[in-house]
């Protein structure tokens, strides 16, 4: 038996073709079939027609509405698997997501919406805005909030937009800025110790160390020891219920932590970062990670859940450690995870194997060489090539250990 999953995607070429590499070596599947790859075109579609994938992994209808109503046809209709459910794109806006998180009690900084700043392009707004928009004091605002802080896009996305505004001045100039952005301004986590990100997919969640002003190859930090125990615990936990809650499955979470407090800053990401000149290190990790996934939940059928169920997160009461082990417990239960580490020893003991030697070996290093010569000018590549490859025959070590 064949199953079939599909690609659909926008500009990338390097984590696809790794996908597609591992899942071809992984070979026929005992119990379960082998499995085929295809890349997704945009076309005409009948709503009725039957698709032919079981799962599709999205990475284009954040933005472009055509194949985002195709996904809502094959999901509601067919019961395709969506690895991010396109029914809460919308809360892909930051907004409503820290809007449920601060409803069940974790600790995002204080955060306010404001107006725009200019005008949007709408013939109703100049009357909408004389009759109804009301006046208000933004040094009020700020100051209320407690310098520094943030000014940030609502609906922002790799750093688009983001500010740090120290007092009055900066302020203003950051709002004049703005323009037609509708803007968040949130408290600074100041003094933090540690910030993490964390990509999550399916039920695996690597915690990097993240350092969000150095370059886009020098972000994610080879640390494994930056958080304690616990404090990693929570910040697995945080991502996990961020994703259980609005059927998230391919997300990413940033984490500021201070001592021992967790601060959730923005874990809506429809497009998280997977590239493997930004992961480098944790590249093998995240294929591998989306390759079981993908093929546990063909395997096993999994079916897509359009109904959230926020009223079973909504009645969790307690501390705040209750309510983080009863939000836990939720999560677990949506990703099955006790079935999906079971799946995995039992259908899938031999991909550990096949990644690292696939990582070792000359097919690797040529998807290495040339993504890039896809990124960098022609005078960097040399030296990026070699910077890469250092770390990845650092993760090739570290299997062995």
Known sequence: MRHLIGLLLGTEEDWPAA??????????????????????????????????HELVIDRLAYWYYHPREWLKKIAMMDDVYLLNSPFTFQSMEKHAAYCAMMRLGLKVPETVLVPYKNPVDNARYAYTSERYNRAFDLDAVAEGIGYPLFMKPYDGGAWRGVSRVRDRDELHRAY????????HLQQSVEGYDAF??????????????????EPMHDRYAVDHEFLSPSVGEEVVTVGRLVNAFFRWEFNSCETLVKGTDVHPIDYANACPDVALTSLHYYFPWAIKALVKWSVFCVATRRRPRIDLETHDYFAVTGDYGERLAQYRKLADRYFEVDRYEEFCRTHLGHIDEVVQEWVAGPDFDRLLVGTVAATYPAAERERFTEHFRGLLRLWVKDQNC
């Open 19 to 52: 996908f597609e590499t591992v899942l071809r070596r992984l070979g026929p599947i005992k119990g379960v079939g082998g499995f085929d790859v295809e890349r997704i075109t945009i076309e005409p579609f009948d709503l009725r027609a039957g698709p032919r």
């Open 196 to 213: 993490a990100r964390s990509l999550s997919i399916g039920a695996e969640t690597m915690v990097m160390r993240f350092r969000p002003d």
């Open 176 to 183: 004049d800025q703005s323009g037609e952005m509708l803007m």
